[in-house]
């Protein structure tokens, strides 16, 4: 998928929450990149570091327990 938007002036290294076009939050991560260099960016580039989602929890519950 892509980049549809992204908060103005978004620094490099900055936490970010990542949600779906209707809002709806799918986790949080690090911005690998400036809102700068997202606009100039190939649309398959890396733009944040996974740090957690949504499902993560369901997925690996069974290995929590």
Do not use: W
């Not at 996974?50 to 069974?62: K, S």
Request: contains cysteine; charged residues 20%.
């Amino acid at each position: 998928s892509g980049l549809g938007r992204i908060t103005e002036n978004t620094p490099k290294y900055n936490g970010v929450i990542v949600y779906t076009m209707n809002d709806v939050p799918l986790g949080f991560g690090v911005a690998a990149k400036s809102t700068i260099e997202c606009r100039a960016t190939d649309p398959m580039s890396l733009v944040v570091f996974h740090q957690a989602d949504v499902g993560e929890f369901l997925r690996n519950e069974d290995a929590l327990t």
